[in-house]
């Protein structure tokens, strides 16, 4: 073999390596926090079948039923906790696993305010008739979430 084609392939072989280096250096591995995290998302989607706010489950709160502050947490909830994760658990994106954790927490502190809602007196003195199952899932899960997420995140070296 020439030494021109031993330095075209050496130089090929390099930009490969080059390349699986740079792929490797966006994602994530995620073990068995990947199977928690999708135990989790599966959790989270059973909540939103259960009741939230009186009569409402979930998915009827994140359609604006039950008030806005929950809706406001059915939205985050669903939005960072089932579709974000489910995006990063099938991309392995590192830059998506802290969206998820930064998002993960942004949802359950108003999980918090959510929760607190429906123990406090409403607007119209009426006390609130305390968070519904479905809820009190949700918050729990988005804290599984947020601490498996930001675990994720900072485990990118």
């Known amino acids: ?15 490969e390596i080059d390349e699986v280096g740079q792929r490797a250096a ?17 959790v989270l989607l059973v ?14 709160v994140l359609l604006g039923e039950g008030g806005p502050i929950p809706q406001l947490f059915a939205a985050t909830s669903t939005g960072f906790g089932v579709l974000a994760s489910a995006l ?19 949802s359950f502190v108003d999980g918090l305010l959510a929760v607190w809602s429906q123990q406090s ?5 009426a006390v609130g008739g305390g968070p519904g199952v479905g809820m009190i899932v949700a918050l729990v899960t988005m804290i599984v979430l947020g601490v498996n997420w930001m675990r994720t995140a900072w485990s990118h070296s």
Request: charged share 15%; with cysteine; net charge neutral.
């Open 1 to 15: 073999m020439s030494e021109a084609g031993t330095d075209k392939e050496l130089t090929e072989l390099q930009a």
């Open 26 to 42: 966006k994602t994530v591995e995620l073990g068995r926090r990947g199977f928690v995290i999708a135990v989790a998302v599966f």
């Open 47 to 60: 909540g939103q079948v259960l009741p939230w706010v009186g009569d409402h489950v979930g998915w009827q």
């Open 88 to 106: 990063a658990l099938g991309t392995r994106r590192w830059w998506l696993s802290w969206v998820c954790a930064v998002g993960g927490w942004f």
């Open 121 to 125: 007196s409403h607007a119209n003195n």
